[in-house]
C-alpha cells in the first residue's frame, strides 16, 4: 500500500500537467487580447496611409495614437491576469485540501486561507522579482518601445505605411512570426507560465504554512527531460522547511513544482498503537524514495546528457565524477567552465579534459 507521501507525490506529478495545460489557457486569453490590440494598432496606423509624404509632425501624432490605444490595452490585460491566477489561487488550495485528506487515513479538517488572503499574495507577492502589475506594465512597455522603433525605422528609410505595418504584423508567408508583436506574444507566454507557477505554489504554501502541524517539510519536484535547467534539476527531491527555502518558479517559464511532506503519526501526537492495524504504515513522514533528476539522467543516452548539460559538463558528469548540485552554487547560479576548474581539477583530469 502506498503511503500518504507517495500518494501525494504522484498526485502532484499527474496535477503540475494539467498547470502546464491551464497556463496554455491563460496565455491564448493574453494573446487573443494582444491581437485584438494589434488589429486596432494596424487600423489606426491604416488612416495615415493617405499621406504620400509623412511629415514629421505626423509620425509623432500617429506614434501619439499607437502610444494611447496601447495605454487603453493594459487595464484589460491586467484584469485578465489578475481573474485567472486569483482563481487559480483558490483553485488550488482547494485541490491541495482534498489531495491532502484524501492520502490521510484519519480524519482532518485543514485551516485554508481566505480568498482575500490568496488575492492579497497574488497582487502583492514578486516573483522573478516583478509583482504581477509589474509583469504587465513590462510586456505593455516592451511593446510600445519595439513598434515605435519599427515606425521610426520605416519612416526613415522611407517606407510606406503598409511597409511598416509588415514590421509590425510580420508576413503571413512566415505565418506572421517575423513582426515585432510577436515578441510580445511569446513575452506574454513566459509571463504566464512563469505566473501560473508562482501563483500555485505560493497557494499551497500558504495552505501548508496554516497546518504545520500536519505539513512537516515541502519536497520539489522537478520535471524529468531534456528542457530541466541545471537549478531546478539540483533541487529535485530536497526537502526544505515549511517557511523557508528556495521555491519554483526558480526561472522564467519554471516546470518545477512542489509537494507536501506529512507527518508521521507521531509526529502529529498520536501514539502509532492506537492508529487502526490497517493504516500504522500509510502514515509513517518518509520521504518517497522516487527517482531524482540525476538518477533518470545517469540512464539517457549520451546525446541526451549533452544536450542537457552541455558536453563538456556531460563528460564531467559521466566521467569525472560530478553530480548534477556541483554545477550550481547554493543560490542556484550556475558555475561557468572556468568557475567548475577552479572549484575541481582533479575532476577534469579524471573526464580527460
Not at 495615415?48 to 490585460?77: F, K, Q
Not at 481566505?114 to 504587465?136: D, H, I, N, S, Y
Not at 492508529?275 to 545517469?298: F, I, N
Request: neutral net charge; proline residues 3%; glycine residues 6%.
Amino acid at each position: 500500500m502506498a503511503t500518504a507521501n507517495e500518494s501525494l507525490f504522484d498526485r502532484a506529478v499527474s496535477h503540475q500537467i494539467g498547470l502546464l495545460r491551464f497556463s496554455g489557457h491563460v496565455r491564448n486569453r493574453v494573446v487573443a487580447h494582444l491581437n485584438r490590440v494589434e488589429d486596432d494598432l494596424i487600423r489606426q496606423m491604416r488612416t495615415y496611409s493617405g499621406d504620400s509624404d509623412i511629415t514629421l509632425a505626423r509620425l509623432d501624432r500617429m506614434l501619439r495614437d499607437v502610444r494611447d490605444i496601447l495605454d487603453e490595452s493594459r487595464p484589460e490585460t491586467m484584469a485578465i491576469m489578475a481573474d485567472e491566477m486569483t482563481g487559480l489561487a483558490e483553485h488550488e488550495v482547494d485541490y491541495q485540501d482534498r489531495a491532502i485528506r484524501d492520502a490521510v487515513p484519519i480524519r482532518l479538517e485543514l485551516t485554508k486561507p481566505t480568498a482575500e488572503q490568496l488575492r492579497a499574495g497574488v497582487m502583492a507577492r514578486p516573483f522573478q522579482g516583478k509583482l504581477l502589475r509589474e509583469w504587465v506594465s513590462d510586456l505593455d512597455d516592451g511593446a510600445r518601445r519595439r513598434i515605435r522603433d519599427a515606425v521610426r525605422i520605416g519612416w526613415t528609410e522611407g517606407e510606406t505605411i503598409d511597409q511598416m505595418v509588415r514590421r509590425i504584423r510580420g508576413t503571413r508567408a512566415a505565418q506572421y512570426k517575423d513582426g515585432v508583436m510577436e515578441i510580445t506574444r511569446r513575452g506574454a507566454q513566459a509571463m504566464v507560465r512563469t505566473a501560473v507557477n508562482h501563483t500555485a505554489t505560493y497557494a499551497r504554501d500558504a495552505l501548508y504554512a496554516a497546518n504545520d502541524d500536519v505539513v512537516k517539510g515541502i519536497r520539489w519536484v522537478s520535471t524529468l527531460d531534456a528542457r530541466t535547467t541545471a537549478i531546478c534539476a539540483s533541487r529535485d527531491g530536497k526537502v526544505y522547511p515549511v517557511d523557508s527555502g528556495p521555491r519554483p518558479p526558480a526561472h522564467i517559464a519554471c516546470r518545477s513544482t512542489t509537494t507536501a511532506i506529512l507527518a508521521s503519526w507521531r509526529e502529529m501526537g498520536i501514539d502509532i498503537d492506537e492508529a487502526p492495524p490497517g493504516t500504522r504504515a500509510s502514515l509513517d513522514g518518509q520521504v518517497p524514495a522516487e527517482t531524482t533528476y540525476a538518477e533518470w539522467l545517469k540512464r539517457q543516452p549520451v546525446s541526451v546528457q549533452d544536450e542537457v548539460l552541455g558536453k563538456t559538463k556531460a563528460t564531467l558528469f559521466r566521467k569525472g565524477g560530478m553530480e548534477i548540485g556541483d554545477f550550481v552554487d547554493t543560490r542556484g547560479n550556475v558555475y561557468n567552465l572556468d568557475q567548475l576548474r577552479a572549484r575541481d581539477a582533479a575532476a577534469f583530469a579524471r573526464a580527460g579534459l
